[in-house]
């Protein structure tokens, strides 16, 4: 009965084995050492790494850092040693066989390299990188949400190599076939499709060195049609023939943002005043002067599927018109302060002129300065599409000085008031932690003009729960915050500011172009008449309005 419980057991046991065998640690089926070969100095070391290859049936391969996972050892310690982490040691001259080995489905698997040792040390890790390696150069997955990881590999001007993991910035040629942990090289299929890796290594003299590798998710959902355009700016001008604007269009496509101005196909309404260039046939969103008057630029994204999405912009033509000088440049707010790298500020810019209308948005105009860039570096608007304006905190801990400035036609310089950025944690009184996505983020109105139009020119807006009035800002508002309002909403939450003048009212100036709404005042001879102002919240934002 004992002997018949043992066989009993020991055939349990039999069968237990292969399905832990399957589902455990050791389905890894080969071993990859890289570099094959190289060679060090005595007294350096240099880096080995091994990637596992795991098959799962019929699917395609995957691969899996396994450097800390395997045992390393040397042929001949006296020429080089080698540590847990593939790390090796030139010891004397000669040649030394570099070993990897680890339990795998078959049993006892292993991988070798070939590591050669001069008499004289090469300076081992501490030249510059000079070239990336990506292992292994090309990976696929199944299907969307499959994984694979990617290794980094440096080769130094001494001729040593280094594994770069966290220590380079990843990045995906299309989030929207595939996005990859920037820290981990860990990279996920999103749709079908393919797209290009690319590591970026710093050095410590500011040289970069690069590597790329090829990601494809194999099946799957394809792409998702483009939903939505956004032009920007929404309109322009010129002042002289062949006097040129560039016109960027961001497309919206599985819930994601990408520039598609050289996708779209191109077209002017009125081509005796502006022409404007599409693929093939110029630059796309380039629109260049002809003569007077005013024409509709036209942007449309063909599907695959033959939908249309289409999307418009103004632009204006005065050939010979005096160009006024300005003034001065008020920017707003008096000081931003935050307390993480990568935390924005949003910073307003206003005009003052001789001639109606007197106050005008210069905030996508002016150029921005930052007195300390390692402090907070501020982005310009214009033909790159970004929101002038936008200061972006860099991690160090600080104040800076935001300046606005323009040229008048005459040469002369007109700068700004100072206004101050500051980033310091309250707690830690540093700058440099990455930080998540906030809960909520505050509106601020601020109202810019003369402020002779009748009484009621206020600006509302309803909480993210829709109680009205949040947000009530105007003159006679002193109450409620006066020109400078604000309010506090959940992130991702639409606010949707209301001027309560009649549409198209003289009084009414126009939204700020920094503000991120659709329709903003960028022309003085065409101001905008929009009563409502819709932005999506991500962070705090700033926004101005004019009235007369």
């Known amino acids: 009965m004992r002997v018949r419980s043992l066989l009993g057991a020991l055939l349990t046991f039999g069968l237990v084995m292969p399905i832990v065998s399957c589902n455990g640690s050791y389905s890894v089926s080969s071993i ?35 450097t800390n996972l395997v045992t390393w050892s040397s042929s001949a310690t006296n020429v080089a040693t080698i540590n847990s982490s593939g790390d090796a040691t030139g010891v004397a001259a000669g040649t030394t066989s570099v070993t990897a ?31 990336i390696s990506i292992i292994p150069s090309s990976q696929s997955v ?10 980094p590999i440096g080769s130094t001007s001494s001729g040593s190599t280094v594994n ?18 920037a820290s981990t090289g860990v990279a996920t299929g999103v749709s079908q499709g393919s797209a290009t890796i690319t590591a970026v290594y710093t050095n410590p003299d500011k040289t970069v060195a690069t590597g790329t590798a090829t990601f494809q998710v194999i099946s799957g959902s394809t792409q998702q049609s483009v939903t939505a355009l956004t032009m920007f700016p929404t309109s322009q001008g010129a002042t002289a023939q062949a006097q040129q604007s560039q016109f960027t269009v961001l497309g919206t496509e599985n819930g994601l ?22 693929a093939g046939d110029g630059t796309p969103g380039l629109a260049t002067a002809v003569g007077a008057g005013t024409t509709t630029i036209e942007a449309k994204y063909i599907n695959k599927d033959g939908s249309e999405v289409v999307t418009t912009g103004a632009y ?40 109606t209308p007197t106050i005008r948005d210069l905030t996508n105009q002016v150029t921005w300065l930052s007195l300390l860039p390692e402090v907070a570096s501020i982005s310009s608007g214009g033909t790159s599409g970004e929101n002038g304006g936008l200061a972006t905190a860099q991690g160090y801990t600080g104040s800076t000085v935001i300046y606005a400035e323009m040229t008048n036609p005459d040469g002369t310089v007109v700068l700004s008031n100072p206004q101050q950025f500051t980033c310091k944690d309250p707690t830690t009184q540093v700058c440099n932690q990455e930080v998540a996505t906030p809960q909520f983020a505050t509106v ?25 009035n949040l947000i009530h800002c105007g003159q006679e508002y002193t109450g409620s915050g006066g020109q400078v309002c604000t309010g506090t909403y959940a992130v991702g939450s639409q606010v949707v500011l209301t001027e309560n003048l009649p549409a ?41 309005v004019i009235f007369y």
């Open 257 to 278: 943002q990408y520039d598609v101005t050289d996708q779209v196909v191109w077209s002017s309404s009125n081509l005796a005043v502006a022409t404007i260039g599409t």
């Open 504 to 544: 198209g009212s003289s009084y009414f100036g126009g939204w700020s172009s920094g503000s991120g709404c659709a329709e903003a005042q960028t022309n003085p001879a065409n101001l905008a008449t929009s009563q409502t102002c819709t932005i999506t919240l991500t962070g705090n934002k700033s926004v101005g």
């Open 316 to 355: 204006s033509v005065t050939i010979g018109a005096a160009q006024e000088p300005l003034l001065s440049i008020n920017v707003v707010p008096a000081g931003t302060t935050v307390s993480n790298k990568s935390m924005t500020g949003q910073y307003l810019a206003f005009g003052t002129y001789s001639t």
């Open 444 to 468: 601020t109105v601020f109202i810019a003009g003369e402020q002779t139009a009748p009484s009621g020119e206020y600006v509302t807006a309803p909480s993210d729960t829709g109680t009205p």
């Open 32 to 66: 990859e050492i890289s570099p094959a070969t190289q060679s060090v100095g005595a007294g350096s070391t240099v880096q080995f790494n091994a990637v596992g290859i795991f098959t799962y049936g019929s699917h395609p391969p995957q691969t899996r850092d396994v």
């Open 164 to 181: 770069l993991t966290g220590s380079v910035t990843w990045s995906s040629s299309s989030a929207q076939i595939a996005t990859i942990d």
């Open 101 to 131: 080995s680890m339990q795998g489905f078959t049993g006892l698997i292993h991988a070798n390299a070939s590591l050669t040792v001069t008499g004289v040390g090469s300076g081992g890790t501490n030249s510059d990188i000079t070239s």
């Open 142 to 151: 199944p299907s969307p949400g499959g994984t694979a990881q990617f290794i």
